[in-house]
Nanobody, 127 residues
């Protein structure tokens, strides 16, 4: 049984930082690409960042590039999303997800390529 549990969300002022964590069980983060997505009220879920199974490649949405950093700790089977210089438009529920295929060469950024999802963690950025 694959389970992903996000944590680290909260309320922060614009310009502040948060670090999200996603603890995985039942699937190794060093064998599957992992992704972060977010969904704001009234909007569709969108791609934020994704890291290859090896960790050698990481991709970011243009809206977060230069402000967010994705990393992982294989020993803890956990991935992270460091979010700096937060803006009110970053307010959303953030989800982590795991690729449906192990050790894919190309990192995917579309939702339907990910088969297991966490419950989400709320991030609210006040202006």
């Amino acid at each position: 049984q694959v389970q992903l549990v996000e944590s680290g969300g909260g309320l922060v002022q614009a310009g502040g930082s948060l670090r999200l964590s996603c603890a995985a069980s039942g699937r190794a983060v060093n064998r599957y690409a992992m992704g972060w997505f977010r969904q704001a009220p009234g909007k569709e879920r969108e791609f934020v960042a994704a890291s290859s199974w090896s960790g050698s490649s990481t991709y970011y949405a243009d809206s977060v590039k230069g402000r967010f950093t994705m990393s992982k700790n294989n020993a803890k089977n956990t991935v992270y999303l460091q979010m700096n210089s937060l803006k009110p438009e970053d307010t959303a529920v953030y989800y982590c997800a795991t690729d449906r295929v192990s050790r894919r060469t190309v990192v995917r950024t579309t939702l339907n390529e990910y088969d297991y999802w966490g419950q989400g963690t709320q991030v609210t950025v006040s202006s």
